[in-house]
């Protein structure tokens, strides 16, 4: 039989690769078998070993250039997978002769939306049985002819879900079938874009009789009856709702209730009232209310004089509601005297403070004391945010966004609320003033801090040359090391640094270390573009050179264990030719607390340049 080739899409291939890429619709995970042949450009065929889906094939090396995507190809079926024995072979033509009078469907997986175009002859039906789709091959092309699919299982419309093509949901009495052919949710029945109505819900029947007549409120000398429609009454004292269960003329509202003519069916939470004659003070007392109450036994309530509301007490009660006796067992009074005008309310179970928890938190008098008591800023010791120094390194001032951080002690936070700009003067508070704690400005790094004065409230930025004891302005007892800032005398400028988050670049490089003698001894040398006085990390470029081939290189913290660098402990560079030629290397290094980084080479005579870019500052306090 005549070799079969596939050719929809393009490929792209990389030299060497054992992978294939495709473009513009292949579907090779359909089409495509094992040891299928591979022919780009007239290239000899390359034997394809699997297909990984739609778009990926894996083949043996391409032992050609590379193929750049958007190239034409084919494949050659000439699989030995494709041809079966003679015995399965009759059995093909037994079963194809059998589906020759109406065909058979080709079946269209769930992720395409389509049928394959090369699949399937003229006449031929496909069919995606995820969404009932079917199509019929006609003149070639795969036509699309409807949805085939069965109505979907009933079941209560759920928002959130996912409807599809004849899907069945329930609501309020009806039933409802999507009929969209996008699938959706979150789109209620009736709307018509979505659903259409499989079966509308019954009018409503008839009214039957009533049951109750329409609630009155409860009078003296009333006829009451039972019968149904039965009489339903509010009792004014206690707003309860009851029903009448024996006919009867009223008297009292009370003794009726005690003879049993009336049923509660409904508490108005209503609050109760007494004459009773009480005077303010502790302990138990009785007070005289009204029945069928809803206070239960344990309930917190204070009685106030209605005529003097500042007059009170308080307490749980037992109570009893069939004759409206309530004990009111008091722990809290206000105010003095005896009355006899009391009007109960519920209260809540006091607290040991004065605190309300509607509140959360905002009627503390003193917020920051009370972060202090919470041990806040101990638990965030290294908290930092904002406080971002910036600077042009054009004037004799730098810049401080706002911003809190934790002190250096964990005792407070110290919270800048605007921008803030501070020149090289001697420190005076507010923006625009000076920030130096002692001395006179010269050439080198200042270390810049938050400060505070605890008792004033007030905060301000300060710079100076130690990094752990600032000289602090009177009344500022808390600080907190947020960077640093470099002052040029020669220019009188404080130079641009450029802070991100915690790092700080230099706008170009200083060559802090260059040297032409690196040994096999380490050395240690002093990085001065970073800060003294902490450990920073510093972000270096590291370049060196050997005119012996194959030296090896590094540069390191200075507390780590040092070694003669090779090639099974590593380096930070090695010399790969024959010349002086050297390489570079970007690399980050802790320094000690005076600059210093450690360096050593495996052979004599190394030159050795260490170019600082900047650095990074844990500011850890």
Known sequence: MPNLIYATGTVAIGAGAVSVAGAGGPLWASNIQQFDKLIVDGFAGVDILGVTDDTHLVIAKWPFAAVPAGTAYQILQTSPLRFNGAQNSAEVIRLTGALEADGFYIFVRSDQAAPDPSKGDDGQYARQPSTGKEWLKTGGVWVYQGVNKALGQPAP??????????????????????????????????????????????????????????????????????????????????????????????????????????????????????????????????????????YLNGARLRASSSGSINNWVEGQCTYNPANGQLILFRDKSNGAGTFADWAFSRIGQPGAGDLSSTANLADLGDKSAAVKNLTLPTLLRSALNGLKISQTGSTNSFAVSAGTAADSTGADFISIPGNITKTGAAFAAGTGNGCLDTGALAARFYHVFAIKNPTAAATDILISASATAPTMPSGFTLFRRIGAVWWSTSSSVFLQILQRGREFWWPGVSIDVNVTNLGTTLTNYTLASVPPGVQVQAILTVAAWNSTLNTIWWVHDKALIDNIPGYTNGGTGIEVTSGASGNMAEIRVWTDTSQGVAARSSAASTTLKLMTRGWYDPLEG
């Open 157 to 294: 419309y759920d928002p959130a879900h996912t409807y599809a093509l004849n899907d069945v949901a329930t609501l309020n009495g009806s039933s409802f079938v999507w009929s969209n052919a996008t699938p959706g949710s979150g789109h209620a029945p009736p709307d018509a874009t979505y659903w259409q109505v499989l079966a509308a819900k019954g009018d409503t029947g008839a009214t039957g009789p009533l049951a109750w007549l329409q609630t009155a409120t409860w009078v003296t000398g009333q006829n009451y009856v039972a019968a149904a429609p039965a009489s339903i009454v509010v009792y004014p004292l206690n707003k309860n709702i009851y029903q009448c269960i024996v006919p009867h003329l009223s008297t009292t509202f009370e003794a009726d209730r005690a003879a049993g003519k009336w049923l509660l069916i409904a508490q108005g939470l209503a609050e109760g009232t007494s004459t009773s004659s009480q005077s303010i003070g502790l302990g138990s007392v009785l007070f005289q209310t009204q029945i069928d109450l809803s």
